[in-house]
């Protein structure tokens, strides 16, 4: 039965430690300001914060629609279902395209009532305008066609039409592991074992360019893998990135070292957001003015709670 507490669970993931470092108070609305503001008798600020935290722009948006569609397209190979080719798999993803741009313009009073289940996009949110800006529109115009041929030709897709070697285990579910008492979650976007070579691979598709934080996540990953299933070796694990922009992967080589830096990671991170607790067992956090905001007007500008730090503008 869910049970409706006053403060959060503790948890740590990459995306929560990353916010951690970019704004504190972005990291108070996100994780405790948000918290229970989907109820309807929540305070109109944690409704606001909910609301605001439900903002997503056109790359991400792009991105998730990019990561659903590659779900269901392996879901329908696995269980033996017709697959979509690529221009039906193109038209899918510019229906949701302009789903998301039509709730975001004209079904606002929908998304301020149930921010959850409609669309908005920060762009048409804080332009106050109906349209989006040109250059957005051409970038993911010109990413589409190529991320989807990229997908249908990558090394990974081409191993799920062989399924009949392949066992696979679990893709895009939140998991964690468990350490001191606090859930670290990874979600992975694919993970199965090849049983003619006996590997374990873990997929994570990119539908941007390979950043600095990819061996970190990976690490977590393969972390995760040698908990759940008892595995020995980091050679029996495969972590591949399919960077489908520019239609190449890598495959990391990832060693014991690359494993103890991100325990450290995560464990100096989690140590910095307990000092930001009023009272650790409950997750109460101290009082909203001692999370200071971030001073970078870039960052800002590409914030989701604008409203709530600049209320004049």
Same mark, same amino acid.
């Given at each position: 039965m869910f049970e409706i507490k006053h403060y959060p669970e503790l948890s740590w993931s990459l995306s929560r430690h990353k916010t951690f470092l970019t704004c504190l108070r972005k990291y108070c609305y996100d994780y405790y300001t948000s918290h229970n503001g989907w109820l309807r008798d929540a305070d109109s600020l944690a409704r606001q914060a909910y609301r605001l935290k439900k903002i997503t722009n056109l790359e991400m948006f792009f991105g998730s629609i990019i990561h659903d569609m590659i779900y269901q397209t392996i879901q329908d190979v696995l269980s033996n279902r017709s697959v979509i080719d690529e221009s039906k798999f193109v038209e899918e993803v510019r229906r949701h395209l302009n789903r998301g741009f039509i709730e975001s313009t004209r079904k606002e009073h929908l998304w301020q009532n149930r921010p959850k289940h409609y669309t908005m996009f920060h762009e048409i949110?804080?332009?106050?305008?109906?349209?989006?800006?040109?250059? #957005?529109? #051409?970038?993911?115009?010109?990413?589409?066609? #190529?991320?989807?041929q990229n997908f249908y030709a990558s090394k990974s897709f081409a191993e799920v039409l062989n399924k009949e070697r392949m066992q696979f285990m679990e893709s895009e579910k939140f998991r964690y592991m468990t350490v001191n008492g606090i859930k670290i979650f990874v979600v992975m976007d694919l993970l199965y074992k090849d049983l003619q070579n006996n590997k374990w691979i873990i997929v994570d598709w990119k539908t941007g360019k390979s950043s600095d934080e990819d061996r970190n996540q990976l690490a977590l990953y393969a972390l995760y893998l040698r908990q759940k *299933?008892?595995?020995?070796?980091?050679?029996?694990?495969?972590?591949?990135?399919?960077?489908?922009?520019?239609g190449t992967h890598i495959?990391?080589?990832?060693?014991?070292?690359?494993?103890?830096?991100?325990?450290?990671?995560?464990?100096?991170?989690?140590?910095?957001?307990?000092?930001?607790?009023?009272?650790?067992?409950?997750? #109460?956090?101290?009082? *909203?003015?001692? *999370?200071?905001?971030?001073?970078?007007?870039?960052?800002?500008?590409?914030?989701?709670?604008?409203?709530?730090?600049?209320?004049?503008?």
């Amino acid at each position: 039965m869910f049970e409706i507490k006053h403060y959060p669970e503790l948890s740590w993931s990459l995306s929560r430690h990353k916010t951690f470092l970019t704004c504190l108070r972005k990291y108070c609305y996100d994780y405790y300001t948000s918290h229970n503001g989907w109820l309807r008798d929540a305070d109109s600020l944690a409704r606001q914060a909910y609301r605001l935290k439900k903002i997503t722009n056109l790359e991400m948006f792009f991105g998730s629609i990019i990561h659903d569609m590659i779900y269901q397209t392996i879901q329908d190979v696995l269980s033996n279902r017709s697959v979509i080719d690529e221009s039906k798999f193109v038209e899918e993803v510019r229906r949701h395209l302009n789903r998301g741009f039509i709730e975001s313009t004209r079904k606002e009073h929908l998304w301020q009532n149930r921010p959850k289940h409609y669309t908005m996009f920060h762009e048409i949110y804080y332009s106050q305008s109906d349209t989006l800006p040109d250059k #957005k529109v #051409k970038k993911i115009t010109d990413r589409l066609h #190529k991320t989807i041929q990229n997908f249908y030709a990558s090394k990974s897709f081409a191993e799920v039409l062989n399924k009949e070697r392949m066992q696979f285990m679990e893709s895009e579910k939140f998991r964690y592991m468990t350490v001191n008492g606090i859930k670290i979650f990874v979600v992975m976007d694919l993970l199965y074992k090849d049983l003619q070579n006996n590997k374990w691979i873990i997929v994570d598709w990119k539908t941007g360019k390979s950043s600095d934080e990819d061996r970190n996540q990976l690490a977590l990953y393969a972390l995760y893998l040698r908990q759940k *299933f008892n595995i020995g070796s980091l050679d029996d694990i495969i972590i591949r990135n399919e960077y489908l922009l520019e239609g190449t992967h890598i495959e990391h080589k990832l060693t014991e070292q690359d494993l103890i830096n991100v325990q450290h990671l995560y464990q100096i991170s989690m140590e910095q957001m307990q000092m930001q607790l009023m009272d650790p067992e409950q997750n #109460k956090p101290k009082s *909203f003015e001692q *999370f200071p905001m971030q001073e970078d007007p870039r960052i800002c500008s590409q914030c989701n709670y604008q409203e709530l730090c600049f209320p004049s503008l």
